[in-house]
């Protein structure tokens, strides 16, 4: 499909109940992210966040590509300019969880995201496909650090968040070789959470969404907050334990005792789903 010059390089949709889909459409450079994409994807996530009637988002790319990173014939442009003008371009500190150069890359997004990967998620791809939750992957994705050939490091939360998934072992063999891995082997190791046929992580990704609004939000949303503080903050077992529990026990008024109640009176008996 070729890009029409009026589709905007991030196209959002929301469904009523509570789906939003964030698109990366730059198909003639592979999805890569320029600064003005980077804004509108940054936005866009702020704008989920922000929004309550939207539960779970779902982070794609248009055309069969996930993401191929930073758009680095842009990023070359844009350095030759603020070389011209004195200014610092996209090299923003981390303030307050504000722009990275990837756009969203420095948020802990407050509510559920799920990725859905086409094609290739290397380098700053790879990075904004670890910003997600869970990760919906084709049978013929690839993951890469290829930013490793050209002096590009990772300033976008990869050699933070990856090895908090795969562990630090698998993530320095991936971000010391910037070598290509295939869909499986991604599973193998907990970067891919399902593996799809190709042209489908979307639609597998949208269902996963819709089972996830299934269920007791707040509950849902205090257990997410607290697993990331406990591989991120926390100071100590023992805080990461007073964490949980303090927000823990602020659902069960709202949500605990009434789900019991339900339960009591016969749902959800033998570990059933499909009545909830």
Known sequence: MTKSSSTPPVVVSTTPSGITTIVISRPHRRNAVNSSTARDLYSAFIDFENDSSQKVAILTGSDGYFCAGADLIDLTLEQEQARATDSQSFQK????????????????????????VAGH???????????????????????????????????????????????????????????????????????????????????????????????????????????????????SFEDALSNEFNHGVKVLETESFKGAARFAGGLGRHGGFSKL
């Open 93 to 116: 500190p981390v303030e307050n969880r504000n722009c990275g150069p990837m756009g969203p890359s420095r948020l802990q997004v407050k509510k559920p995201v799920i990725a859905a």
């Open 121 to 235: 998620a290397v380098a700053g791809g790879l990075e904004l496909s670890l910003l997600a939750d869970m990760r919906v992957v084709e049978e013929d994705a690839i993951f890469g650090v290829y930013c490793r050939r050209w002096g590009v490091p990772l300033i976008d939360g990869g050699t933070v968040r990856l090895q908090a998934i795969v562990g630090l072992g698998r993530a320095l063999d991936m971000i010391l070789t910037g070598r290509p891995v295939a869909a499986q082997e991604a599973l193998a190791m907990g970067l891919a959470n399902r593996v799809v046929p190709k042209g489908k992580a979307l639609e597998e990704a949208t269902k996963l969404a819709e089972e996830l609004l299934r269920f007791p939000n707040g509950c849902m949303n205090v257990d997410r907050r607290s697993c990331y503080y406990a591989a991120y903050n926390a100071s």
